[in-house]
């Protein structure tokens, strides 16, 4: 056995463990290591990125960490790991040691079995050197009855958008576990997204990541932040990846920002998918790029994780395909929405999908993924302006004259929908007619795939289940109530909701407030808002500009949802921003399950 441990190397690491941290070998991870590498070629390392966890289940939990080495190349780090009842990790129940080597990046995970169900577990990490990493506080899965779980729910993390504050109140908050909805990180390079005006810190590299080497460095950078490590060592993590793991707006074969001289992309698709695995606490099966599975919190709740990005989904469709000299040409757009052929989850993730919710007897049967599964159609003529926007900001060009043109259509059109709604006899043909011709917003989530949200949605109205869809992606918090569509896609709300959908607010990417243009203006956000759920039929709740969390309850009686936000990610220094908050809920059982709001007192 040869320690590569030179006086410089040695100094190296104990500058790098200061700044990690470095805390004591306990006596439980001291005896650990064996006489069994004799033959190896073994390196010293610290520490440098944290500790978690992460697919808990009721006798088993993955625990994660990763080693910096002081020397990388052909060399391995023998690490030892115990788990205990106790924080000061007295009684270990559980303990061994792994090598690990640069073909994971030198990271860690132990799938640590035979533990007890619904019990509070710590964990560390050690080195012969005297290495030793943070503890870290995990839980198993509850069995049989439940009378309560609490989840917290996030998605859309931008390094250089902000600071991770929103981590923090995660990590503080009574959340059970995590529930990572993914854009764990964004590919891009420096003063791209977002672009130089609003870049808060340096992504490294400062080049977009297109191989393994760069997506491990990526990982590296983020998971060096001291509010993500925080929240990875107080909480397991439950996790899907959604674009930005790979690349903005990815399907199955391609990928919007993968271009020309940017090599294969099943080559950058397998790289970005091996850096997900070695650097999330997550379970890795057989084949990697399948991550739908279920967890069970008793008879409570059966969590159902998601894939609607990178396995299956067929590419977005998009108007500009369908644009004439005329007009869009609406036949054939919609015979193209309609196509069964076209796919979000394939064959096998949706038979699976729909097999776990009709075996399971769950009082909640929850969806974990990435995109918006309510309807958010809006007038045609607000999407030609919406379009507008976003193409001027495209280029680069100032948008800001087209902004106040939209939101000035923006608000007549909602004025127009609330004298409908009210009854208003005076509302003429054309009137109504602007608001009723609409069309889907966003191609790219479940509105861009009709039948494969029918799917879903009529084997649970059929099964009579109680449903809620998790999502993230789009930056903003939403609450939509869930209807059935028949097969020309004329909403069924006669038959009753079959669910709801939560929807999370972005960590630190931006929204509607950087697109729409009214930025920090609070009145303008509030109109914004107030304007949309009035156009769009179904949508109970919009949060358009401000970042954070969601706190999901789920008890017998109702499914609550808690949106959390802070005031800044321009700074370390923040408070919780109270005045957001929001709170909802949805009951159990046929005729029940509509959004309602819930008092904050």
């Not at 073994?42 to 500790?51: A, P």
């Not at 408070?575 to 819930?598: D, F, I, Q």
């Amino acid at each position: 056995m040869a320690f590569k441990a030179d006086v410089s190397r040695r100094t190296f690491l104990k500058s790098l463990a200061a700044g990690a941290g470095a805390v004591s070998v306990p006596a439980a991870l001291t005896g650990c290591f064996g006489d069994d590498d004799e033959n190896r070629d073994l390196t010293v390392f610290v520490f440098g990125h944290g500790v978690a966890s992460g697919d808990p289940l009721a006798d088993r939990v993955i625990i994660w960490t990763r080693v910096t080495p002081s020397e990388e190349e052909g060399t391995e780090a023998q690490v030892a790991w115990a788990v205990a009842t106790d924080e000061a990790m007295d009684n270990v129940v559980a303990s061994g040691t792994v090598y690990t080597d640069s073909s994971r990046d030198f990271t860690v995970k132990v799938d640590v079995t035979g533990l007890s169900a619904d019990t509070t577990y710590y964990y560390q990490f050690a080195g012969k050197d005297n290495a030793a990493s943070a503890v870290g506080q995990t839980r198993t899965l509850p069995q049989g009855d439940v009378s309560s779980v609490k989840l917290a729910v996030c998605s859309c993390a931008n390094y250089p958008a902000g600071m991770f504050n929103v981590y923090r109140e995660m990590a503080n908050s009574d959340a059970q576990a995590v529930v990572h909805l993914g854009d764990y990180i964004y590919e891009y390079g420096a003063n791209t997204y977002p672009t130089a005006d609003a870049q808060v810190r340096n992504p490294d590299p400062e080049v977009e990541v297109l191989n393994l080497e760069q997506y491990r460095a990526r990982y590296a950078q983020y998971r060096s932040d001291v509010d993500l490590q925080l929240v990875h060592q107080k909480k397991p993590f439950i996790c899907v990846w959604d674009d930005h793991e790979l690349a903005n707006d990815t399907w199955k074969n391609g990928a919007q920002n993968h271009n020309d001289g940017e090599g294969e992309f099943a080559d950058r698709k397998a790289a970005a998918i091996q850096a997900y695995h070695e650097w999330l606490p997550i379970r890795t099966g057989s084949d990697s790029a399948k991550i739908w599975r279920t967890f069970a919190f008793g008879n409570l709740v059966n969590l159902v994780m998601m894939d609607t990005r990178m396995y299956a989904r067929d590419e977005a469709l998009s108007y500009s395909d369908y644009i004439t000299e005329s007009g869009i040409d609406t036949a054939s757009f919609q015979a193209a929405l309609a196509d069964t052929s076209r796919g979000l989850l394939g064959a096998e993730q949706q038979q699976f999908v729909i097999g776990s919710i009709f075996d399971s007897n769950a009082t909640w049967q929850v969806l974990g993924q990435q995109v918006l599964m309510g309807r958010i159609f809006v007038p045609t003529e607000l999407l030609v302006g919406l379009g507008e926007i976003e193409a001027l900001i495209s280029a680069g060009a100032d948008a800001s004259t087209k902004q106040g043109e939209v939101a000035s259509l923006l608000s007549t059109l909602a004025t127009i929908k609330g004298r409908i709604l009210a009854g208003d006899p005076t509302v003429t043909s054309e009137e109504k007619a602007r608001v009723e011709s609409t069309a889907p917003y966003n191609l790219d989530a479940w509105d861009g795939y009709f039948p494969a949200r029918e799917a879903i949605l009529r084997r649970a109205q059929y099964f009579n289940l109680n449903l809620v869809v998790l999502a993230g992606d789009t930056h903003n918090a939403w609450a939509s109530d869930l209807y059935v569509a028949d097969d020309t896609g004329a909403v069924q709300r006669d038959s009753g909701s079959v669910g709801v959908e939560f929807a999370t607010a972005g960590v630190t990417s931006p929204g509607f407030e950087k697109y729409v243009g009214f930025g920090s203006n609070t009145a303008m956000q509030a109109g914004f808002e107030t304007a949309v759920t009035t156009l769009v039929d179904d949508l109970k709740y919009l949060n358009s500009a401000n970042r954070g969390y969601m706190l999901v309850e789920f008890t017998e009686e109702a499914s609550t949802c808690e949106w959390r936000f802070v005031d800044t990610i321009e700074s370390r220094t923040y408070a919780e921003l109270t005045s957001a908050t929001k709170r909802m809920k949805v009951k159990p059982g046929s005729g029940n399950r509509t959004l309602k709001n819930v008092s904050l007192v």
